[in-house]
């Protein structure tokens, strides 16, 4: 037996009151008014068990246990029956998903605009005749780009390289930012290696491969093969046992919640940071090449910083021809309340890279710069180079996104989520600690100080929601989450942190 | 313009006599009398332009180079009208393809069987509701993993851990070695970390981040992010400019061939091999926790060496405690006659970990012993863990595998078609150097001294075909690919070289 499945079966069954019915008419009544943007969800959760795992998962998950990890399962879904804002279990139970897949879903379970897609002779076609793109692309390609990744590009960085999924998305952008720097150096993109660069390359040692870095800031999360892991510097557990890279970290400014009480004091944490950033670029042992940053550290807990902050990474990094990499693996596609989380920077020279993965279903980064695209061929390749199924689908996403205008959905259901929650807080100070995210979207979260047991007991209370860092719960629901969802769920959190 | 495009304008233009009209009627001939796997692909290559790119092709690639890598073009292709064995252009040309997406295509363009499959509601709910495997699996996880993946799991090594391609394969395996040896060092899986590992690995130091590292072999090609380009060893064009980490490499026996009248000195140089490997593992600076090898070192330039070697290189890590990475990202799946290529070693004590991709559209790594899997959940981990569409994919293509029995046509067709090439190298010994893949399916390679102009005068003769290496001309035809087919490709081949 998992221990994920142990673990599951020591829970206490869920409170009888919200078991086999609907679990609330409140967001029912509510959910006449408001035209739902995926019309096939249900009014509210259903609980059809009266614990979790209910019997039909639970065998589904020992069953699984055979053949693959289970040790990090959550639940067992059930994809077939999801729909919208709501996941399905094998048990016939339906959740308000404010996880979605590690922030990876954005139109609903089931969207029925992608279904069609994924029945169009196009997908079916790229799914079975795979390319190498940077070989043999199709004649569809450059139309597939510039009507889907490339429509929605951040305003100034107008190029784009594919990939598959977050981590090499930042991997292929650190590859390049070293190819830019050691072009810059080298005098050029017409100037040719040396023959000492060309043979010491192949030792692994420099001149040829450089001792150079990317430099990211503590409680950052870039992803977890080599390179990016050695940005990453969320949790212990990520990181033990694999090598890395001497590669230099900055304090991320840790503020303090409400903003408006610790005006000064987070000024101060910022500026901090970025004199710490200016002190690693001039003398960090190994020079970096670029800064790496998201916009909000997610998988670190949730950790925000001002614009100002922003303004003055890109002037700092500008300054001494580093490059600025911003990391909307997470943040990217609406969840925030823009479309790109940078925007709300405000800045007026943009970051030089943006990559970008999860609810883009495809993978890759922005740049704004032709002349950082490699000198020569063969540099930034391999065999697939993305993958046109999934950027027809990110087509596909984003049509959506435009249709039913999801962003502002997603800004407007934000500021009526927080708002809310600011008053739950105010009720319940100890269940809601530092609650942070405003006005960026449903981009929320907040500490709780049995986290683990508050995450585990949402799902009896009809809610799928994740956490991050330490302490935090994070919200990251769709971007078809409405106002009535946003009333669910506060229902439940507050019928949740009574039990706590 | 891109540099590919006015390269390829430089092209002379195809002999007249091949052009405007259906290549050859020898394989239409022999077509006859032999069933082909795929029932509409032409009965030989269609030549429409007299040079390549044509004229479509062009307007395609110039379009295409505003907004996409197009330096490494080598054609445009259409993949509606592309059938089994035959790669399209939007010119109309159908041309033999020997490369078939450098080795990833492995049951044919357009197959019937995959569009079925892609067509299936299981496939569009895998598209649209792609979940986080890790925590949100599917209820039908476990059954399209026992179906598929491991169903076709190499002998003796039934886990494994699911990836999106080559590079995350072999880097994930990397990160499995490691925290496997340092386990073992620790004392057991029980054996928790210490706080100054806890602490040092924040900070990418050991002994957090141990100073261990990958042997790779010179001429290998693992993959081009920065653990795995780390072990590439193929060429500087894949390393310049990029840190690497200070891993070791030994030398890869370079055989003479023919393989018979050079066996002693091919023995010595294989033994001398396992003895560098023996060395580096008992003395490096950054001590080994595993060997990587391909069973054919295929970008590096189709190097091959005997069972023995890879017996003793077996024998060599089991000694000292290092394990054994086969990396079969471009040999598994049939192409060289076998399902995995090193059932060829006969061995005994089998790899511990084998790497996938490419022709299984998903990837990941397979491993031997279940205590290789990481003591706690959330080591080996990321948010998809692969794709349950390409999972599907594989199942659809193995399925094609075994009922059109394709790893013993692969077997025999191979074996014909390397007799024919004996005969042609007799014949032109200047023009077919080093033959070499004997008894390994249609994994086949030759040298040629003008190699990019063979492979760019290859297309005016009906056929896409690819290269490895410095100077080695590679096939890699799909597992459809026919005794026909073959003939079609020698007569190519043969008025080929006769105009270089």
Redesign the interface.
Known sequence: MS??IRAARTLRPAMAASATRPFTTAGAVRLASVKPFHKDEPAGPILKTSSFPGP??TR?AK??N???????????????K?AGNY?A??DGNMLLDVYA??A??PVG???PI??KI??T?E???A?????????????T???I??TGI?KYAPKGLD???TA?????SN?IA??AA??Y???MERGGPEVD?TPE??ES?????AP??????ILSF?GGFH??????L?TT?SK????????????P?ATFPQLKYPLEQHAEENAKAEQASIDEVEHLIKTWRVPPAAVIVEPVQSEGGDNHASPSFYQKLRAVTRKHNVLLIADEVQTGLGATGKFWAHEHWNLQDPPDMVTF??KA?TAGYYFRNIDM?PN??????????GDP?KAL?FRGICGEIERLDLVNNTAKVGDYLFGKLEGLAQKYPDHFQNLRGKGRGTFIAFDHPKRDEFLVKAKSFGINIGGSGASAVRLRPMLIFQQHHADILLEALEKLVKTL
């Open positions: 221990a994920a039909e998962a589904y069953e699984l055979e053949v693959f990890e289970t040790r990090s399962l959550n639940m067992v879904a059930d994809y077939t999801s996941i279990d094998p897949q590690i990876s879903i379970y089931n969207n992608l279904r994924a029945e002779p997908m079916v076609d799914i079975i005749n795979r390319p190498a793109l940077g070989n043999f692309p199709s004649h390609w450059a139309s780009l510039k490339l190029n784009v390289y598959m999924a977050g981590s090499d991997e650190y590859k070293f190819m720097r050691r072009q290696f660069e060309i390359a192949m030792r692994n040692e040829g491969s450089p001792k150079l870095s503590k992803g977890r093969l080599f390179g990016s050695s510097r212990p557990i990520h990181k033990l046992d694999i090598p890395a890279f001497d590669w970290q993965s999860k279903q695209r020569k061929p063969y540099r930034q390749f391999n065999t697939w180079m199924a689908l």
